[in-house]
């Protein structure tokens, strides 16, 4: 155990306390690291939607390229913000145990969803959810890290925002007014933490494989599974949430057109022992029931 494992980061409080975690668990188990934090394109460029910048993996880029160069051993990630196709020569080591996927409202106190309202957010998964159920309010383009998200509303005339729960748990920013939307179903492995590494470094894939969660493991993997199968290298509005009870898991997926006002969606569930197709058979049967057609229109309005 002599090599000193370089962690590679984007440097933002919440990408700060992931690599921290990865970093602590690491060393309680005899291994020497590093923290190498790094700036992404992602972090750099606040005054544009992630999807019209077209960069797939806008947050992880910058850390795949430092791991290929040599300038760092191994990077963590939020799990949602991995592509599901990692470049050649990088491999996935880990899932951490899972943390909330769901998602929240952030107000600014009594918040009435029949009065016409205006709600930020940068994704377009939670975009059209919320526009499916609430077809009468706006939303307005929401970027940053999370403190950063979190000023912004206060600092604009918008009656809420959305966030994920657990980044604003994991660094103790949850505010007392928030709404958990139980019914919008949450980004493939939303709530999840992954660490990568060069394939060809045993040494470190053999030291974080030491921290994977085998649950998470097969509920992300179910997850990401049906997101490459609808997305086919186009960003949509996608949701996916699998569930291990006992030795069952139940998935939920769907597809969503921009607007919110397409909503294609599938339930299904299968032994533990099944899990590896769960999530691409559900996805062709999204396909096979109006998602192909959708999918089309989608791409053609994010080209425009």
Known sequence: MNKTI????RDSELALWQAKTV????EKIGYKTELVPVKSTGDLVLD???YEMGITGIFTKTLDVAMLNGTVDIAVHSMKDVPTHLPKGIVQTAVLPRATSTDILVTKGDFDPEQPSTIATGSLRRKAQWLNRYP????VNLRGNVNTRLQKLQDNDWQGAIFAKAGLERINVLPDNFESLDWMIPAPAQGAMVIVALEKDAFSREATSKLNNTEADICTYIERSFLQKLEGGCTAPIGALATCIDDTIQFKG???????????EVAKQCSKSDYKTLGTNCAEEILNTGGKELMKVIKSEMEK
Do not use: E
């Open 23 to 26: 970093q602590a668990q690491l």
């Open 6 to 9: 370089r962690i590679g980061t």
């Open 136 to 139: 009468n309010h706006t939303v």
């Open 254 to 264: 769907v597809l969503f057109s921009l607007d919110g006002q397409t909503k294609l």
């Open 48 to 50: 544009q939607p992630l």
